[in-house]
């Protein structure tokens, strides 16, 4: 399978496998339009792939940051493996099998074990229900603890992500952002899971309830074992808190590397443009400049390498040639042909 040869060499048994997943939406159209095309002989609309033959592996307790500009398909690959949308095409695995031909009890059991923080806490949680019920809800309806232990088992969790027991009769609007984060912390671990999808958690926040949310996320990794898919466009937040980045531009991974790696010697010219224009504490003037152009619509892109239109080393092989992300080093992969040779 292709994804246990696109992980870090230290994974054996990933905790999670994506392979060769693609995922593509396509704009529903009434009756009316229908006849409209018909009589006018118009073609329906073209799909758009938002996820483009991704292969990853996880490693348990691994944090793996998924990185890229806005609309490059890391929030619609971060809610695949949530299971809250399925994949188009290619498989995703937990634990070595593939929950798409797991029995309703596994697979459900494999839904639990795989949660996510979304960016918005305000957006995702219900303002009818008091934090109690907005905790502790999901576990008693999957009889991971009983009603009666309910309470109790709440303010453990309350607890655990730094918040208040005293306020669990409260609701939703009645917490600062940064508390709301917490409360959705607190939602996703009241399940149990192994791995937590961290959807731009901490984007919403201001910097020092970041960086405390961070290092929520850190002391939860080290007490509770969990392994993170972790999303983000803030490349200092990613390189605080990943063991291995992968980097996606329009729908596909065109780097994937540790940590370190990446951000000392990207491999690919999207990384390098991106990591050029990170602010660094330096004492000579630097010169910023944008990476050129727009990104492509997902509509239609580019052929060859997505990429190709903006990038200053683009040759006629990457207009006509799909680059695959191959090795270029320990535990490092690039989809570049220049990077390749």
């Known amino acids: 399978m292709l994804s246990s040869s696109l992980g870090c060499s230290m994974i054996m048994t990933p905790v999670l496998a994506l392979d060769k997943v693609s995922r593509d939406f396509t704009k529903s159209i009434d009756f009316a339009q229908k006849l409209v095309n018909a009589v006018t002989k118009t073609a329906p609309p073209k799909p758009v792939r938002a996820v483009d033959n991704v292969s990853l592996s996880v490693g348990s307790g691994e944090?793996?940051?998924?990185?890229?500009?806005?609309?490059?398909?890391?929030?619609?690959?971060?809610?695949?493996?949530s299971g809250i949308l399925p994949p188009s095409t290619g498989s995703i695995a937990y634990k070595g099998d593939d929950i798409s031909q797991l029995s309703e009890r596994d697979r459900r059991a494999a839904s639990l074990a795989v949660q996510m923080v979304f960016q918005d806490p305000m957006a995702s949680l219900n303002p009818r229900l008091r934090v109690i019920d907005l905790i502790g809800e999901a576990a008693v309806a999957h009889g991971i603890v009983a009603t009666r232990d309910m309470e109790a088992y709440v303010c453990d969790?309350?607890?655990?992500?730094?918040?208040?027991?005293?306020?669990?009769?409260?609701?939703?609007h009645q917490f600062s952002g940064g508390q709301r984060a917490r409360i959705g912390i607190a939602r996703a671990l009241a399940v149990k899971p192994a791995v937590l999808v961290c959807d731009e958690s901490t984007a919403a926040l201001d910097v020092s309830i970041q960086a405390q949310i961070l290092n929520l996320f850190m002391k939860l990794r080290a007490e509770m074992g969990l392994t993170y898919?972790?999303?983000?466009?803030?490349?200092?937040?990613?390189?605080?808190?990943?063991d291995r980045v992968a980097v996606m531009y329009l729908g596909r991974v065109v780097e994937l590397a540790t940590t370190a790696d990446l951000f000392t010697s990207p491999k690919h010219p999207y990384t390098q443009a991106l990591l050029d224009e990170v602010p660094r504490l330096e004492p000579k003037k630097r010169v910023f400049s944008a990476v050129k152009g727009e990104m492509p619509s997902p509509l239609d892109p580019p052929s060859g390498c997505h990429f190709h239109p903006r990038c200053p080393l683009a040759f006629d092989r990457c207009s006509v040639e799909r680059p695959a992300l191959r090795s270029v080093g320990a535990g490092r992969f690039a989809a570049c042909h220049l990077a390749s040779e």
Request: aromatic share 6%; with cysteine.
């Open 63 to 81: 944090v793996l940051g998924l990185v890229g500009e806005s609309g490059c398909g890391k929030s619609t690959l971060a809610r695949m493996i």
């Open 157 to 172: 969790l309350m607890s655990r992500v730094g918040l208040d027991t005293s306020s669990r009769f409260l609701y939703a």
């Open 229 to 242: 898919v972790f999303v983000s466009h803030d490349l200092g937040v990613i390189e605080h808190i990943s």
